[in-house]
Structures are given as C-alpha cells and as structure tokens.
C-alpha cells in the first residue's frame, strides 16, 4: 500500500513538471509572439515616417533657400508710390487712419516670380470696410495706378479669398467664413502663405488652408511681381512684414 502511495505521488509530480513545462513553453511563444507583433508595429510607424518625409521632400524638390523680399528698413527691390506707402516699425504700411484711402494703390517688387512659396505676415486695421490684399503673377497696367493679376485678399468678407483684379474682376475662389471666423484675428497680426505651382494656387492663413484653385483658362498668365496693396476707400492702414519667398522649379 505504501509503495502505491509513492507510485501515485511520483506520477502526480510528473505530470505538474509536465504541465509547468508547457507553460513555461507556451509563456516562450507569447513572449516571442508579443516581441514579434511589437517590431511589425515599430517597422510600420518606420516607414510611416519615412514616407512623410518623403512626401515633404518631393513637394520641395529643387526648391531654393528662402530668401527676404522685404529687409524692414528700405524699399529696395520694390516701387510705388511712397507718399502712401512708408516703413514703420520694420512693416511696410499702406494707407493711414487719418483720412479716406482715395484710389486702390500698390507697392510692387521689382523683379517677377512664376513658381514659388510666399510667406508674409499681415494686419488690417480701419474697421469692417477696409480692404487690402496681396498680388501674385501680377503686372502693372502702363501709365496707370491699377495693376492686373491674382489677388489674395483681405478684408472682412474676403480674408482667404483669390480675387482677380482688374482682369476678370470676381472672386475665383471663395474662402468659408466659417473656417475664416475660427483662425482669423482680427486687428492683429496674422500669417498668410501662397503656393504658386505651375495652374495651382493655395492660400493659407496662421497655417489653415482656405483655397485651393487650379486656372482652366491657358492664356492666363502663370508669372510676374509680388506686390501689397491698400485698397481705396474709408481711413485704414495695411501692414507687411517678414516678407519671405522661396523659388520652387
């Protein structure tokens, strides 16, 4: 009967060293499992990542260095008529609170531009009724204070929007208020971005997209200057600074 008992016991802790080791086994191939499932997850976000920098580095592509269009202290490689335009505080300002704006007026670069990113940096001050904007692909009409080409307007009603002046005088595309209403701020100062590749053109403000809009008409023309304007009309002053462009192919 006793030697029963030991056979019974000796089975008993065969098959407990059995079961442990096929858990130990089983907790192995988790284990492994886990490791495994954890480097597919991490090879995953890898290429997630390169393939965003990917994306990033093949929108800029043989882009140039950003460069400064507009040094705050002089109106080198610029032109317009200075009696409206002046420099203050390192801004380019239009336009004065002291008395109505007579006629729409630009300060245009010297030199022209065709593809590129556009960085600037914005304020509008005079009430609801003022205006003002800045122009790309644009030239000057000959003997005249009007110029012609795509405008990225401001101006409550029209912040986002591109505008094409005196060309065929509407909006061509047209920014949501309500998107407007969220990132505007209004009276102060506010970062606008133009992209300009090839027909397409993308406005952003404080680094919200507003438009996107591509040109059907061929003939129009996909070069020129930059330029700032106070747009005629009630007492109100529009203000530039950190002007910055980089050239893209």
Not at 13 to 23: F, I, R, S, V
Not at 76 to 103: C, M
Not at 176 to 190: F, R
Request: overall charge positive.
């Amino acid at each position: 009967m006793h030697h029963f008992r030991q056979d019974r016991q000796l089975s008993f802790e065969k098959k407990q060293k059995g079961t442990a080791n096929k858990a130990k086994l089983f907790d192995y191939d988790t284990n492994n499992s886990t490791q495994d499932h954890l480097n597919d997850k991490i090879t995953i976000v890898k290429y997630l990542i390169y393939g965003i920098l990917f994306c990033v580095f093949s929108d800029l592509g043989g882009a140039e260095k950003e460069k400064t269009l507009f040094n705050g202290k002089t109106f080198q490689g610029w032109e317009g008529n200075q009696k409206i335009f002046r420099i203050e505080q390192g801004a380019i300002v239009g336009g004065t609170l002291k008395e109505k704006i007579a006629r729409n007026e630009f300060l245009c670069t010297k030199k022209t531009y065709k593809n590129f990113i556009l960085k600037l940096e914005v304020k509008l001050l005079g009430g609801p009724k003022a205006n003002a904007g800045i122009q790309i692909r644009t030239k000057r009409i000959p003997n005249h204070h009007e110029v012609i080409g795509y405008q990225a307007d401001m101006g409550k009603g029209w912040w986002g929007s591109l505008y094409d002046e005196s060309r065929r005088r509407t909006v061509l595309s047209k920014a949501d208020p309500a998107v407007i209403e969220k990132i505007l701020k209004p009276d102060q100062w506010n970062r606008y971005e133009i992209r300009c590749e090839g027909k397409r053109i993308r406005l952003f403000i404080n680094g919200t997209q507003t438009i996107d809009y591509t040109e059907p008409d061929p003939t129009i023309p996909v070069e020129g200057v930059i330029a700032v304007q106070i747009h005629g009309g009630p007492p109100s002053e529009a203000w530039y600074r950190n002007i910055r462009l980089t050239q893209l192919p």
